[in-house]
């Protein structure tokens, strides 16, 4: 199981550069990932998420980075392709991208755009494709309900192939749309207001068997947080997400559970045992 850590992209950690010195101390502590939020913000301070990538990617060698998530509805799909080859080629192809519908209406309502979530799940899934088409560096048309391209051609391609990893995000309505995808963030029903559990980790991958149509590696990846320093019940409890089939562990030490210096404390403890 690999191991990274979630910061936020508003309020204490808003500072790009503040989020590339987290993202050196990540990598120099033996994470595996760095991710980020993707909101506009509102009265919070707030950075922008591709910015903030590229000085992280500027700031570290190894460790994998991306978005977690960027609501695909509220980018134009062909800027969001070239921002996303851009930096896979920057990092040396370390992006993964974390995509979903946003997590409610007002960053769209606000700004005079549909919030409504089928709406936003229908560009989300238009706008997968088009990025799928623009990344092959082949000539590529499209004709969907909410995205029309005409004869484009995207290069450079990626650094990675086939593709940069797309994560959808999302409870078990999400599933089947990630199963033709590269790897799924996996959350309760919000309503439950948890974590997920393991023995969901398991169904989720018994209906990505039943959906998908290759045997190709597929990344489970649960966000939550472990408690202590290495002790024996934190190493039980990643060991119980590992069984159950989880590829990667994000610490949570975004602003809204941690301030900036205990979430920075524990970066430096490394990842939970296992």
């Known amino acids: 199981?690999?191991?990274?850590?979630?910061?936020?992209?508003?309020?204490?950690?808003?500072?790009?550069?503040?989020?590339?010195?987290?993202?050196?101390e990540a990598e120099?502590?033996?994470w595996d990932g760095v991710f980020v939020w993707?909101?506009?913000?509102?009265?919070?301070?707030?950075?922008?998420?591709?910015?903030?990538?590229t000085a992280m990617a500027m700031r570290t060698k190894e460790v994998k980075l991306g978005p977690v998530v960027t609501p695909v509805a509220r980018r134009r799909p062909w800027k969001l392709a070239r921002?996303?080859?851009?930096?896979?080629?920057?990092?040396?192809?370390?992006?993964?991208?974390?995509?979903?519908?946003?997590?409610?209406?007002?960053?769209?309502?606000?700004?005079?755009?549909?919030g409504d979530p089928r709406?936003?799940?229908?560009k989300l899934d238009e706008g997968l494709a088009v990025l799928a088409g623009l990344w092959s560096g082949e000539h590529f048309s499209y004709s969907g309900k909410h995205y029309q391209i005409k004869d484009a051609c995207f290069l450079p391609r990626p650094v990675q192939s086939p593709r940069i990893p797309i994560w959808p995000?999302?409870?078990?309505?999400?599933?089947?749309?990630?199963?033709?995808?590269?790897?799924?963030?996996?959350?309760?029903?919000?309503?439950?207001?948890?974590?997920?559990?393991?023995d969901e980790v398991r169904a989720?991958?018994?209906?990505?068997?039943?959906?998908?149509?290759?045997?190709?590696?597929?990344d489970v990846t649960v966000i939550l947080w472990s408690e202590g320093d290495r002790s024996l019940s934190e190493s039980v409890e990643t060991a119980r997400y590992a069984e159950a089939g989880v590829t990667w562990w994000l610490e949570d030490l975004s602003s809204e559970r941690f301030p900036l210096e205990e979430a920075r404390k524990r970066l430096h403890k490394g990842p939970p045992a296992h």
């Open 1 to 24: 199981m690999h191991y990274g850590i979630y910061l936020a992209n508003v309020g204490e950690t808003s500072d790009p550069l503040l989020l590339a010195g987290l993202a050196h």
């Open 28 to 30: 120099e502590e033996g």
């Open 38 to 53: 993707d909101h506009i913000g509102g009265p919070q301070t707030a950075a922008d998420p591709w910015v903030a990538l």
């Open 83 to 114: 921002e996303t080859v851009t930096l896979d080629h920057l990092s040396g192809g370390r992006l993964i991208l974390g995509v979903g519908l946003g997590w409610g209406a007002e960053e769209f309502d606000t700004f005079g755009e549909e």
């Open 119 to 122: 709406t936003r799940a229908e």
């Open 169 to 198: 995000c999302g409870a078990w309505s999400s599933f089947r749309r990630a199963a033709h995808w590269d790897g799924v963030i996996a959350i309760a029903d919000p309503n439950a207001n948890r974590a997920i559990l393991p």
């Open 204 to 218: 989720i991958r018994t209906t990505m068997q039943r959906h998908r149509a290759d045997g190709a590696p597929f």
